[in-house]
């Protein structure tokens, strides 16, 4: 991937539109339990052995949505530009050369998986806390105390990167940056939690002001069209949000 920033610039070809049916279908890749393999690539997103949510993917076919691209900035030209500004972090993490040398050209790793794990984690437990709202104590999934068991009793994804105790451990593996999460959702026992969870809210859909509370940004894709009260629906769009950053940030500005 090949993007830069510098003022001055020379004007930009804009891409033909796509409608937002062909958007969402390129940004819905990384859901576990609806495809077998994934890979992202420098603004392109390739899905391939795409399984319904009725049909989830084996957990052993599935692979991580987490990867290391090399990412290479590049500013053509001569002379000096009085400043260029990129992105290292691929969400809003910049830095800015000032009056640097042209032609210019940076390269560095982006780490791109873990940004869609975290917001793929607080899709789910924003799911639980509205079957909580909606679902009879007796019949509720519980995904969110579910994984919090597991975690505790397979510790070896997350005891090297957390080291409180009491309420700061527990805050931690729920919800730390450090993403350790996305280790367990492969545990069967997970899976059965998430699978009750989805299955108690398509026979109680969660209403507006119920997403609103919980899933603002899922909200407003379901004003727009391209999202539905569905709980497999109202999670890709929160991830989808955060795939928008990516988009922002492995473009020219």
Known sequence: MTT??????????KPAPRNKTFRLAQRTWWLPWVLGAATVAVAVVIATDVFTPD??????QVRLPTAEHQVVYTVTGAGKSPEIKYVIDGVNGTETVVNGDLPWRKEFTLKVGPGLTFAMREALWALDAMDQELTPASHQACLRDT??????????????????NGQSLAVDLQ????DRVRYYW???????ARVRLFDNLRATP????????????????VREGTA??????????HVSAVLDDYHHACHTH
């Open 228 to 237: 539905t009260r569905d709980p497999l629906s109202l999670a890709v769009a």
């Open 4 to 13: 830069g920033t510098a003022k001055p610039k020379p004007p930009e070809e």
């Open 175 to 178: 919800y730390s940056l450090s």
């Open 186 to 192: 492969p545990d069967p026992v997970i899976e059965q």
């Open 206 to 221: 969660p209403p507006i002001s119920l997403i609103s509370q919980h899933l603002p940004l899922a909200l407003h894709a």
């Open 147 to 164: 994984v919090l068991e597991r975690m505790r009793r397979q510790p070896k994804y997350w005891e090297r990167y957390y080291h409180g």
């Open 55 to 60: 049909e989830p993917a084996g957990w052993d």
